[in-house]
Every structure is written in C-alpha cells, then in structure tokens.
C-alpha cells in the first residue's frame, strides 16, 4: 500500500520563486522527486534548474495520507490558505484539484 504526503520544496538558487508545494506518494519523494512544474511562466526554467543544479532543491514531506485524493485535497488547503498563486514566493501558478486535475480557479 502506497503513502501519499503533501510536501514542501525548497529552491535555493536565484532564477525561481523560492517554494513550490505538490502532493505525491512518499516512495517518490524518497527517491528524489521535487515536483512537476506545467506553468509556462516556470517549467522550462524548473526543469533546467533540476537538471543542471539539482543541489538548489531540497524537499520535505509536510503531512502523509492514505489515500492520493486526501493527499491532494490537503495539498489545495495549502494552496488556498498561503495564496500560492498570488504570491511571488511560489512556484505553484494553479490551485491543486482533489480529482487530480490542476488548473487556475
């Protein structure tokens, strides 16, 4: 049975807001995982940046969960309380959806 959390990433070079927070399995983010960028405003940038300064990301498990769609529907709390979207200090440029779309509200 899979663990699912909502995590925290933390970049720490100069060309990205400073935080990004996702949802995913725990497994993944044990592996490495810092998240998936789909913005256009910071995908290519992201992917770059994991790719050639891989040091620049440090990530930290926040909650854990049973279930994916809990996992994700704490994720969208996150997202609505510290206004991701409207804030320069996140990565995040569309709320989290508890069915597992993402998009803009």
Known sequence: MSIYCTYLTTYYG???????????????IKNGYHGSVSSKKYKETWDKELKENPHFFKTIIITKHNTSKDARSKELRFHR?????QSSMY?????AKPNGFHGSD
Do not use: C, T
């Open 81 to 85: 309380h510290l206004r991701v979207v």
């Open 14 to 28: 100069n060309k990205l807001p400073p935080f990004y927070i996702g949802s995913s399995s725990v497994e993944k």
């Open 91 to 95: 990565v995040n440029q569309a709320l």
